[in-house]
């Protein structure tokens, strides 16, 4: 067993540790699955009770990968225990604060080993006994395996919000995802490879994936309610990881807001004029047909609204572009819990 400890100060853009600067050879058939955790202390038995029979059940080689997220909770001291308990197939990477799901699952990716990578939520609402679908899937010659939850077991609005912007996101971006949400999916090794080279600070990993992958597929799993705690996704952050989908994917949202600006402006001019024109007819003397060019009309608010939409979404654009320029560590890892690789 080693503990490998990260240096804060390295100024490489993606955060790495000794182990994964010299992996160890890919080993044929290997599986890993990716866990991202952020105060989830009063799950983690649970989880651990479940997917390690899931996967021993498999009869394949396979190795968890925990990113603990900056937990406040027991969370980390949850992890170091069932690494002492089964460290010929736990790792355990701790983060020095909270950089986010995506970004723990990208960290994941780096020091992953296997051919195939998982990706599992904590929280139990996909079951681990549902892993070997995907898996029956990309042994099937699939290299990136989608998920959609059979019977979804969340309230009314986040269901609808969701099928509303899926929508929304394939009409703009062309990403066939018919469930985003849904964290239990299958990737090959050359997509997960493909998704290491990019060095985007935001993205959305499954989008990402599905334009790196050649046969794509999707399948039905099971889904429930959550066993514990509470779910980290506020309102604001499923706003937010909808705008890194769509800004990160397509520029047609700025090539929309140009053509409306341009249509809605004309029409705006037209209808001015007529009102001029209606105003300056109906005008007793000159005094009053000179007030009528100067009179406001009702667009006026319209258009300020319009302008302050299209300077939100182009300051969307311009954010990422911002994030992207300064080249600042995407995460950094306080330590790794591992065995060293076996050669051979």
Not at 141 to 157: M, Q
Not at 304 to 331: A, D, T
């Amino acid at each position: 067993m080693n503990e490998t400890v990260m240096n804060p100060s390295a100024t490489n853009p993606s955060a790495t540790n000794l182990s994964a600067t010299n992996p160890s050879p890919i080993q044929t058939g290997l599986v890993s699955v990716i866990i991202p955790v952020y105060n989830e202390e009063l799950v983690l038995q649970a989880l651990f009770d479940r997917l390690y029979p899931a996967l021993d059940s498999l009869q394949r080689p396979y190795e968890l990968i925990f990113i603990n997220d900056g937990s406040r909770d027991r969370s980390a001291a949850l992890l170091r225990g069932q690494f002492e308990r089964r460290p010929d197939v736990t790792r355990v990477i701790l983060f020095n604060g909270n950089f986010g799901q995506h970004l723990a699952i990208l960290a994941g990716f780096e020091h992953a080993r296997g051919t195939v990578v998982v990706t599992l939520d904590a929280d139990l609402q996909n079951p681990p006994e549902e892993i070997g679908k995907l898996l029956a899937e990309v042994d099937r010659g699939h290299d990136y395996v989608g998920s959609i939850r059979r019977t979804r077991e969340d309230n009314a609005f986040r269901r609808w919000a969701s099928r509303a912007m899926n929508g929304l996101r394939e009409r703009i971006t062309r990403i066939r995802m018919t469930d985003q949400g849904c964290m239990l999916r299958a990737y090959a090794r050359p997509v997960v490879d493909a998704i290491n080279q990019c060095r985007e600070v935001n993205t959305f990993i499954p989008a990402l994936a599905y334009t790196f992958a050649s046969n794509p597929v999707e399948i039905s799993v099971a889904h429930a309610e959550r066993a514990a705690g509470e779910s980290k996704y506020s309102l604001f952050s499923l706003i937010r990881l909808n705008f890194d989908l769509i800004t990160g994917f397509s520029l047609k949202p700025l090539q929309l807001f140009s053509l409306l600006g341009m249509g809605v402006a004309s029409l705006s001019v037209l209808a001015y004029l007529v009102v001029i024109v209606e105003r300056w007819l109906l005008a007793s003397n000159l005094r009053e047909a000179l007030l009528a060019i100067w009179d406001r009309d009702i667009l006026t608010f319209f258009l300020i609204g319009l302008v302050l939409f299209g300077l939100g979404l182009v300051g969307e654009y311009v954010g990422r572009i911002y994030e992207q320029v300064r080249h600042r560590p995407r995460f950094l890892i306080q330590a790794v819990l591992e065995q060293p690789p076996h050669d051979g």
